[in-house]
């Protein structure tokens, strides 16, 4: 679960993030790149409509999370987190969604240098969760180690008949204790500990039974599914979801009566909005509600 910020939800205008969010783009620029965020070889960042697509762009290493990527991706997270936009697609180029980390940063790496690798990922992940738009991971292949550990860290994943998932450490060397953080607030603690034990992949299918995922859909109807599922999620208010959202991951761990008391305050501050009060209105009014704030 990601750090917990200090937020007051009776305090008119406070977020569970801290601050207001600017908005530098404007919604319904179709195709919209977010120029702002680097257009290396990492990654691509694409914006069509309400929704930005993420795309890891190094198939040549198997969409390995390096350090360069994963502060590339750090950027990008940054930035549509901080703007306009309502949804996140994850995805990847190449026969791999992603290897996970990049032995590379690892070899001969003291302990504060692999603390602080350790250190950027996990700031990545946290991110994730934190920004107020609902992020999919849009899963087509192996998704292993770190690259597992992404899928999990997305609020919903959809992949695709050819998709397996992996926590390959328990045949190696190193262990996969980061990942499993995510992965096993997703699973049953027998199925996280058959993955990350074992190492071995499991096939989409299995992760939909397990609860990594959301679902399975044919290979060629991947990119639709997630479509679909991006436009169900991104209706209604903007501001509400992002609130929603972020009290979600802060209360999920809680013993039940602190989530109530969390829950309770979030959402009787939420009562109070000029959105839920257009929402009623719209209700007893029969008409299409018009929502106008923003997280």
């Not at 908005?23 to 990654?43: E, F, I, T, Y």
């Not at 920004?131 to 695709?160: S, Y």
């Not at 939909?208 to 290979?219: K, T």
């Not at 990119?223 to 979801?241: C, Y």
Request: charged share 20%.
């Amino acid at each position: 679960m990601a750090e917990q910020r200090a937020f007051n939800p009776l305090v008119q205008g406070s977020t569970p993030w801290g601050r207001t969010r600017t908005l530098p783009s404007k919604r319904g620029d179709a195709h919209r790149v977010c120029k702002s965020v680097p257009m290396g070889a990492n990654l691509t960042v694409e914006r069509s409509g309400d929704v930005v697509t993420i795309t890891l762009n190094r198939p040549e290493t198997r969409n390995s999370l390096s350090r360069d990527v994963m502060l590339e991706m750090q950027a990008a997270l940054d930035e549509v987190g901080a703007s306009d936009a309502l949804g996140v697609v994850i995805a990847a180029n190449g026969p791999v969604f992603s290897a996970g980390h990049n032995f590379g940063d690892m070899v001969d790496a003291s302990l504060p240098e692999a603390r602080s690798l350790l250190e950027v990922c996990t700031r990545m992940m946290n991110t994730i969760q934190e920004i107020p738009q609902v992020v999919i991971a849009r899963v087509h292949a192996l998704a292993t180690a770190a690259g597992c550990q992404l899928v999990a860290t997305c609020d919903m994943a959809i992949a695709g008949e050819s998709a397996s998932f992996a926590l390959p450490g328990g045949k190696g060397g190193l262990f996969c204790n980061t990942p499993l953080v995510a992965v096993a607030r997703q699973l049953h603690r027998k199925h996280a500990l058959e993955l990350s034990i074992t190492g071995d992949a499991v096939d989409a299918h299995t992760a939909a039974g397990w609860g990594l995922i959301n679902r399975v859909v044919p290979d060629d109807q991947l990119v639709d599914a997630v479509d679909d599922l991006m436009a169900r999620s991104i209706r209604g208010s903007a501001m509400a979801k992002g609130i929603g959202k972020r009290a979600y991951y802060a209360q999920v761990d809680m013993d039940q009566p602190k989530a109530y008391a969390y829950a309770m305050e979030v959402m009787a501050a939420g009562i109070v909005t000029p959105d839920c009060q257009e929402g009623i209105s719209a209700f007893f009014d029969k008409r299409r509600p018009n929502f106008t704030q923003r997280a």
